[in-house]
């Protein structure tokens, strides 16, 4: 189990609840897409996703991230048991979709830089540490499954 500081808590809430999810998710999955062109293999169905401007043109790419972040809110909201909130979806990812378990961990770094542009000076270090420890603590849950 992690231990959370109140600071850590309140961080994380903060975050979250002033956040776009529907740009934030955007702009982070559309990053990961253009900086990581190989996890691009696991949206083929999302069509064009040819260069960085047709990735983020792609109305698809725009839904998922917004579905991507919404997904973090069950880890707010179950900062205590992450790993158990996210077990049907650590299942989902390894044994259905066969997602290199390395890509939580891009997206993380993605979604971290478009929170910090986002935050601006208010993304002191003090709050990227409590950020990138909450995402460390998803992605940890999320690659669960994996063996």
């Known amino acids: 189990m992690v231990e959370w500081t109140e600071f850590e808590r309140a961080t994380i809430q903060d975050i979250f609840s002033k956040m776009d999810?529907?740009?934030?998710?955007?702009?982070?999955?559309?990053?990961?897409?253009?900086?990581?062109p190989w996890t691009q293999r696991y949206f083929a169905k999302f069509g064009n996703l040819y260069?960085?401007?047709?990735?983020?043109?792609?109305?698809?790419?725009?839904?998922?991230g917004a579905v991507v972040l919404r997904g973090l809110d069950t880890a707010v909201k179950n900062m205590d048991n992450i790993k158990a909130a996210y077990a049907e979806?650590?299942?989902l990812h390894s044994e259905k979709l066969h997602v290199d378990p390395d890509n939580f961990r891009l997206l993380a770094d993605c979604l971290t830089?478009?929170?910090a542009s986002t935050?601006?000076?208010g993304f002191t270090a003090e709050v990227q540490a409590?950020?990138?420890?909450?995402?460390a603590v998803v992605t940890a849950a999320l690659r669960k499954q994996y063996h």
């Open 21 to 36: 999810y529907e740009s934030v998710g955007h702009n982070a999955l559309t990053r990961c897409l253009v900086v990581y």
């Open 51 to 64: 260069n960085a401007a047709a990735i983020a043109g792609n109305p698809l790419v725009a839904a998922h």
């Open 89 to 91: 979806l650590s299942v």
């Open 113 to 115: 830089i478009v929170v």
């Open 119 to 121: 935050m601006g000076s």
């Open 130 to 135: 409590a950020f990138q420890k909450f995402l």
